[in-house]
């Protein structure tokens, strides 16, 4: 693993949000010379991919509150929100 993503991968889906922010705003100022726009792009890509893995993660972890027949509050997983899985 590349030293940028082991950093990457200990960040928190706020930390990686809001890096990628700033990169985003950078890059559509227009004036960053074409080698660091690329360099920021490719970073941009991998805290993108970082932030899905975290919500996707999330996700999984999620239940939702369901009342059965009687009325009772029962606990049921969260349907994936991907239509249909890729592969």
Known sequence: MAAGTTE???????EAMEELER?????????????DAIAAYERGAALKRHCEDKLRLA??????????RNGVPA?????????????
């Open 8 to 14: 990457i991968a200990a960040m928190s889906f706020e």
């Open 23 to 35: 990169i985003v705003q950078r890059l559509e100022q227009g004036r960053t010379p074409l080698e």
């Open 59 to 68: 996700q999984e972890k999620v239940e939702k509150i369901a009342l059965d």
């Open 75 to 87: 606990a049921e997983p969260l349907e994936s929100l991907d239509p249909e899985p890729t592969g």
